[in-house]
């Protein structure tokens, strides 16, 4: 496969500045994950990502789907017998 083909098959190409010194850090840490540069800071910054994203706590959702999860708030709460039987089993600890 030649390197234009390897690159087309990618999304897009993202560009980062970094020192001398962070670029070291980077390859060492790298170097211990086993993987190359690119993957280690793609992999850790969509970590960090994730990470904020899930504590937010304020989203916006369209009329119809706003609805839809008022619904589903308002339902019944499902019965899920294995966990009945796990909250009913003394704890452990």
Do not use: Y
């Amino acid at each position: 496969m030649s390197r234009r083909e390897n690159t087309t098959q990618k999304e897009k190409r993202l560009s980062i500045r970094a020192t001398e010194p962070q670029k070291m850090i980077l390859a060492q840490a790298a170097r211990v994950r086993g993987t190359n540069v690119s993957q280690f800071v793609l992999q850790a910054s969509l970590n960090a990502a994730h990470m904020l994203l899930v504590d937010q706590t304020v989203f916006q959702l369209p009329p119809d789907q706003w609805e839809a999860f008022c619904q589903r708030l308002d339902e019944p709460p499902k019965v899920i017998p294995a966990l009945q039987t796990l909250f009913n089993e003394r704890d452990p600890f």
